[in-house]
């Protein structure tokens, strides 16, 4: 019998799938703004360079070093600079429109609906994501996870981000569990795993890629039906 009552669930990335929902999107916005005629080669160009400098900005934010308004902006407003676009009115609305359509996509992770349906069978599921708090109810509903959770908690109604010790507390408060008797599951090591591991929280890693690392979680699955063999 199993010591958990509570699974404490990442979403962009462990079952939304974050990369394909965002790739269809940017490539809508790309075609829609006439980013060509503005002087992108193609669409893969600007990808590439978008993809790197969001995820630079997403570290500053995870830091607390820019705000989130700043973030949503300046991805695209960087990205169009790096291609002599100077034109923020544009970056403000493709963020504005970046922000309405991407969490009306879909697409999950291979069984994501059938483990969290089990799942959700014995245990109580909470979703806890360091993503904005607009887009990530949306995409809960949207794709049809949320009859499966409990709770979901962002970063932003907690005031702290993932690996950061006190979004954890604060999400162990709000669903009335213990560290002894929940588990983190989530596919960024740092903001999950090692988030999860300093508080006291067990773990099971989801490594799609199978990325080798030097870390020890406690348990690590490279598919998402393979938790349903630990629990």
Known sequence: MTKYKHLFIDLDRTLWDFDSNALITLGELFDSYQLKE??????DCF???YKAYNHMLWDKYRKGKISK???SVE????????????DLEIAKSMAADYIRIS????????????VVETLS??????I?????????????????????FDTIITSEMAGFQKPNPEIF???LKKTGANTNETLMIGDDLEADILGAQNVGLDQIYVNFEKKSHSETPLYEVHNLKAILEIL
Request: net charge positive; proline share 5%; hydrophobic share 35%.
């Open 69 to 71: 308004d700043v973030l």
């Open 75 to 86: 991805r695209f407003n960087g990205s169009l600079q790096n291609f002599r676009i100077n």
């Open 38 to 43: 503005k002087g992108i080669d193609n669409f």
């Open 47 to 49: 990808l590439t360079y």
């Open 121 to 126: 069978k014995k245990y109580r599921l909470h």
């Open 103 to 114: 969490p009306t996509k879909t697409k999950l992770f291979p069984q994501a609906l059938e």
């Open 128 to 148: 806890i994501t360091n993503g904005f708090s607009e887009v990530q109810f949306i995409k809960v509903k949207n794709s049809g996870l949320a009859p499966f």
């Open 169 to 171: 507390h604060y999400s």
